[in-house]
T-cell receptor
């Protein structure tokens, strides 16, 4: 399995508090992603990174910010958590290959509950 | 970004071949087609990827017609452990991979 860890794995927080989720990889892959998964919606891309300090928005980026100061770490921050951000959050990594785009490897997920 | 359309759910029996079709009418010239599998409480796992015609690996086959507006994932002789959600994605390999997973197809394999 690809070396991807997410922390914390579970978190319960109150509305209005800031929350930071961490994704750490040991594969030295260039691309990193944050997704959220909710029942009936599949996975939706929040933000992605294509290098250190290079990030871009996905389809559901409102209310989230990201930072990538090192190749191995990609942080997702909820500045002021809301109940609508209760979800399972997955981090993923990928790298380009000569034969085509490389598959994404996913972390174990973080279950976030905002009360 | 090319959106994809898949059936919401499918049922099958052990030992049968399962074909899941994905529609991607707006696929771009540079887009590849990739399929993932997801079990409950786990992140998705790569199954297969292709650009055109047919691709086969130890897990599945991927059939892509000449116009590339659809693709079919074929799972030979499914077992109970193939019960999962299957996602079809299209994306450009250059400059990163901004992805749209969609809701996927929930496959339920019965004994």
């Amino acid at each position: 399995d690809a070396g991807i860890t997410q922390s914390p794995r579970h978190k319960v927080t109150e509305t209005g508090t800031p929350v930071t989720l961490r994704c750490h990889q040991t594969e030295n892959h260039r691309y990193m992603y944050w997704y959220r998964q909710d029942p009936g919606h599949g996975l939706r891309l929040i933000h992605y990174s294509y290098g250190v300090k290079d990030t871009d928005k996905g389809e559901v980026s409102d209310g989230y910010s990201v930072s990538r100061s090192k190749t191995e770490d990609f942080l997702l921050t909820l500045e002021s958590a809301t109940s609508s951000q209760t979800s399972v959050y997955f981090c993923a990594i990928s790298e380009l290959t000569g034969t085509g785009i490389a598959e994404q490897y996913f972390g174990p997920g973080t279950r976030l509950t905002v009360t | 970004l090319a959106k994809t359309t898949q059936p919401i759910s499918m049922d099958s029996y052990e030992g049968q071949e399962v074909n899941i079709t994905c529609s991607h009418n707006n696929i771009a010239t540079n887009d590849y087609i990739t399929w993932y599998q997801q079990f409950p409480s786990q992140g998705p796992r790569f199954i297969i990827q292709g650009y055109k015609t047919k691709v086969t690996n130890e897990v599945a086959s991927l059939f892509i017609p000449a116009d590339r507006k659809s693709s079919t994932l074929s799972l030979p002789r499914v077992s109970l452990s193939d019960t999962a959600v299957y996602y079809c994605l299209v994306g450009d390999r250059t400059g990163g991979f901004k992805t749209i997973f969609g809701a996927g197809t929930r496959l339920f394999v019965k004994a």
